[in-house]
């Protein structure tokens, strides 16, 4: 009984073994693209870090002095009646 496959193996045992070492090489090439794709995007990061890094540290300083008793913020001054409790 004959029936369709996606992917019908040949019965022919070179075919076979050809068709497995053309697989094995496929993957490899793809695994070897994605290894080379890595390595370029992780040089591109570092050399992007390096000159953000060394960007930062030749700007000036622009923060104003700070008191030690002062807190940066908005804030709302609330009323300083307390609600009285009637019984």
């Known amino acids: ?20 070492v053309l697989g094995i090489v496929l993957l490899g090439g ?3 693209v994605g290894l080379l794709a890595l390595v370029a995007f992780a040089v591109i ?3 992007v870090a390096l000159v953000r890094a060394f960007a930062r540290a030749g700007a000036a300083r622009t923060t104003p ?3 030690a008793n002062v807190i940066e ?4 001054v609330l009323p ?5 409790v009637e019984q």
């Open 73 to 76: 913020g908005e804030f709302v």
């Open 30 to 32: 793809i695994l070897a």
């Open 1 to 20: 009984m004959s029936y369709w496959r996606w992917f019908n193996r040949p019965h022919h045992p070179f075919a076979r073994a050809l068709i497995g």
């Open 65 to 67: 002095s700070r008191h």
């Open 45 to 47: 990061g570092t050399i």
């Open 80 to 84: 300083s009646r307390t609600a009285s």
